[in-house]
């Protein structure tokens, strides 16, 4: 029988989500597992985690062999959990006898600088350093009123402030426990910043684009792609997130809400509607391709931003997407969502049992 396991960092998310896969799962004959990467006794190969049990419709405490199959879920909300749990994930993954359903992709800047050898791709994404010194910041001021740091692992819109250039000082728009704020601060108190943050964590630098609606929201489009039965790639659906006024990310996290994508389509031109849905659509065909070359995946959400000037910009590609764009957006897709990885991971025992027996 099957064995697919559903690796996580904490056992209390995505729980209706996991459910859902895992009564898809049953129906297909399917065993279920659910962990933690930390319950691996990495010298007996076994783990003690919770399998789901069709009968009671729950999971139950079990103790089992690593499943060949792992959809990984695990996020790393801050340095601690990723060195509590990445050196097992990493382990995981040089087993031969253990296939991902797809592999998380690195860091941003990794994924920039993947990204940005496409022609076609490079044009679309914003002008990015890694923050190495504060001279970095100064100079593009020269060229940018306001520009964006933030970092270069991490999700949620955590971690990511403003600083812009005024007459005789500068401002500081940030956030803290998801309130955003606002202060004047001094060259010095700049320079101060970003040499603290520098020598503690890795941290982007990128032009602040103006991508706000006409509520004065910023906003993004949330493009969710994933690979179907025959390891094809699809679009499963589109979104608008729009974030609370005078905020500066369209992170749900942060209070943002959900906006019909055709709706937001239908405020545009119609010229803006065409040259936009034929750039997406291109972009959407090349970039899997691209990352696919170095990393195998399953899923991907693709964030753009579409400014004041009408220009399109690819923000952020993620290997494990949240769904709630998706499910708000089209409340029919919860069962084909839960039932991707389920019809994924068979196309894999196919493929494999194809190429090894």
Request: net charge positive; aromatic share 12%; proline share 4%.
């Amino acid at each position: 029988m099957s064995k697919l396991g559903l690796l996580v960092t904490n056992l209390q998310q995505e729980l209706q989500y996991f459910k859902d896969i895992a009564i898809a799962g049953s129906k297909e004959g399917m065993d279920i597992y659910l962990f933690s990467p930390t319950d691996i006794d990495l010298n007996q190969k076994v783990v003690k985690g919770k399998k789901f049990c069709p009968t009671s419709n729950r999971w139950v405490n079990n103790c089992f062999s690593i499943p060949l199959f792992i959809y990984d879920r695990c996020f790393y909300e801050n340095e601690v959990v990723y060195k509590k749990h990445f050196p097992y994930v990493s382990w995981l993954k040089s087993q031969a006898d253990v296939v991902f359903l797809g592999h998380g992709l690195p860091n941003k800047w990794f994924v920039y600088n993947l990204l940005k050898e496409d022609h076609i791709i490079h044009s679309f994404l914003p002008k990015t350093e890694l923050l190495i010194d504060d001279e970095q910041v100064f100079t593009m001021f020269e060229n940018d009123h306001s520009v964006l740091l933030k970092p270069m692992s991490g999700s949620q819109g955590k971690g990511i402030f403003v600083l812009a250039k005024e007459e005789r000082s500068f401002s500081l728009l940030a956030k803290k426990e998801n309130q955003h704020f606002y202060k004047k601060v001094t060259e010095k108190q700049v320079k101060h910043l970003l040499y603290k943050i520098s020598k503690r964590y890795k941290y982007l630098l990128q032009p602040f684009l103006s991508l706000t609606n006409d509520e004065q929201r910023p906003f993004d489009l949330r493009v969710f792609l994933q690979k179907d039965e025959r390891g094809q790639w699809g679009e499963i659906g589109r979104g608008i997130r729009a974030g609370k006024v005078g905020d500066f990310t369209s992170n749900l996290a942060s209070g943002g809400k959900i906006v019909p994508y055709q709706k937001w389509l239908r405020s545009l031109s119609r010229k803006d509607q065409v040259v936009l849905q034929k750039n997406i659509n291109e972009l959407l065909e090349r970039i899997p391709k691209v990352l696919e070359n170095h990393y195998p995946l399953f899923e991907l959400g693709l964030d753009f931003g579409f400014d004041q000037t009408g220009k399109l910009w690819l923000l952020e590609v993620n290997s494990k997407p949240g769904r709630k764009v998706i499910t708000t957006s089209f409340p029919d897709k919860e069962k084909l969502l839960a039932k991707a990885p389920i019809h994924y991971c068979l196309f894999l025992q196919l493929k494999k049992g194809v190429e090894f027996t």
